[in-house]
Structures are given as C-alpha cells and as structure tokens.
C-alpha cells in the first residue's frame, strides 16, 4: 500500500479501500513461521439476523446494529460486545417518522442514532427510538458524525464528496472536491460516491466505491485533505483490470455503470 500526502490537484480515477484489511494484513504479518487462523468464538445478536445493514459503535462500547428489510421490517438494536444485553430501539413503519427502508447509520456523542433512511431524509433517533430531528438531503447514501454535533452526508457528489449539516439540517458547507473521471455529469457523480468513516479523533475518510483505481482520502476536521492511500495487490490489480474493461464496454454501449464496487468500509 502507498502512502503519500494528497496534492492539491487531483485527477487521477478514484476507487475504494477496505480500511479493515489494513488490520487484518497486521495480523498476518505478526509472524511468518506459523499460520494464523481467524475465527469467530462467539455469536451474538440472534435477534438481529435478518437484513443486517451495518453497526457502530456508540458511547459506553454498546454496538448500533442497523436491520434492512420488508418482512420482517427494518430495525435499529443496541447491543453490549457479550450480547448480553440485546434491545431493540426502533422498528420500521411506513410513516415518514418511522424507519422505512435505511441505507446507512451513524452514532453521536449522546448515543443518538443518525440514519440515512431511503426516503431521502436524515434521520436522527434518542436512544428510546423517538424521532428528534428529520431533513433532506440530495440522494444521500452515507452518514458520519463529529464530536461537535455536525452531520455528514455523502451521496452522488456535485459541489463537494461530502456535505456538512447542523443537528436540524442546516447546510454548513461542503468538503472534498469530486474527482474529474467522466464528461458526463451524472455518471461522473455517481463514480465519486463513496462511504464515511469518521475516527475518535474526527479525522473524516471517504472511502470511493466505484471508481477504478482503489482509493481513500483523510480530511481534517476543519475539511482540508491530509492523505490519500492507494492499495496494490495482485488481487486488487485483477479486480481493477476487470472493472476498467467493464466500464469501457459500457461506455460504448451507453450504459450507465462499470465502476468497482468490491469493498465496503
């Protein structure tokens, strides 16, 4: 993997790292004399196990399990690491104030949950599952949350890869500038969706999904670019290879599409 400080001008095509597989090649290079073998020594949240969408972790280390589904419906759980103690919060219903149909999930400081439900709407939840804030966003696909209350949203980017929200919807600005990969407006937007991951120190990565050289920017909390990674690997080079061959076969064809989208954060 390549490690090197962002240059102000980027044009490079865009892709997606996996941030887990920086831990699990830690893992394996603990030794080179034995193998290691990765399991799972324990099965929690039973009740959780139709449609699981995502989880993160909130205040206290209680971990936020998001459920995606129509029958049974969507469902937000709050669990400790033990799953000892296993409640769900919230269920879906059809009115906009329900959980309807939901894309992806944050956690603040106060453990509310920040839900990027598929109506469109930002939706922010107390821990006893009542609705404290709701508002648009434009095509939103991903959430993340800074230690001071504000909200970010990424989707099909234009003006910026992620827009910023106070707690009630108030647009605060944009960080990140889209990377220039097609001349069509709206197949260039949808290459540069990505995913938000946001650290205890609230260093804010995006994380591209379906641009063809795989890639993950580092922003400050203030929004200015600190890192860009590129991952190399065999694997990773075939998956490009095929993933360019794609996207120039549909390009002549006229089909929207052909981007990587192998990995999710």
């Not at 909130?58 to 033990?82: F, Q």
């Not at 099909?156 to 097609?182: N, T």
């Amino acid at each position: 993997m390549k490690h090197q400080i962002a240059r102000p001008d980027l044009r490079a095509p865009c892709g997606i790292i996996c941030l887990a597989c920086i831990l699990l090649l830690s893992v394996l290079s603990v030794t080179t004399d034995a193998q290691v073998e990765l399991r799972a020594d324990k099965q929690i949240l039973f009740e959780a196990t139709h449609g699981t969408q995502t989880i993160k972790r909130g205040p206290g280390n209680k971990l936020y399990v998001l459920t995606r589904s129509v029958k049974p419906p969507s469902s937000l759980w709050i669990s400790d690491y033990s799953g000892s103690s296993v409640r769900m919060i919230l269920s879906g219903g059809s009115d906009p104030t329900d959980l309807r149909f939901p894309k992806d999930l944050a956690v603040d400081r106060d453990g509310n949950a920040i839900v990027v439900d598929a109506d469109g709407l930002i939706k922010t939840f107390s821990l006893d599952g009542k609705l404290l804030s709701s508002f648009p966003s434009d095509r939103p696909e991903s959430v993340g949350v800074l230690s001071d209350g504000r909200i970010l949203v990424g989707g099909l980017p234009k003006d910026g890869l992620i827009s910023v929200f106070d707690h009630q919807g108030k647009v605060l600005g944009h960080i990140g500038e889209p990377a220039r990969v097609d001349d069509a407006p709206t197949l260039n937007a949808v290459l540069n969706a990505g995913s938000i991951v946001v650290d205890d120190d609230d260093n804010i990565y995006y994380v591209f999904r379906f641009l063809l050289t795989p890639t993950v920017r580092k922003y400050t909390r203030e929004g200015k670019l600190a890192a860009e990674w590129h991952p190399e690997s065999a694997s990773l080079d075939q998956t490009t290879a095929a993933a360019k061959k794609t996207y120039e076969a549909n390009k002549e064809k006229g089909v929207l599409g052909g981007g990587v989208d192998r990995w999710s954060v």
